[in-house]
């Protein structure tokens, strides 16, 4: 895997905690709050064939506001 692959893998993998950790009984919102958002800006571009070659993620259903 290229640095940047496992860059992909490594901020996915936090997420995932993320998302476990903010369902357990003990989390604390705030720090889930806080630290989500940035860990998503974070996120790399996605490594070349993960996703399918016509993806488009501006093309979606319009949601309101």
Request: cysteine-free; glycine content about 8%; hydrophobic content about 30%.
């Amino acid at each position: 895997m290229s640095p940047r692959d496992d860059d992909f893998a490594r901020t996915v993998g936090l997420i995932v905690d993320l998302a476990q950790y903010s369902q357990s009984a003990s989390a604390d919102d705030d720090f889930v709050d806080s630290v989500g958002p940035s860990l998503s800006a974070s996120l790399p571009e996605p490594p070349p064939g993960l996703l399918p070659p016509d993806y488009d993620p501006n093309d979606g259903p319009q949601y309101p506001g």
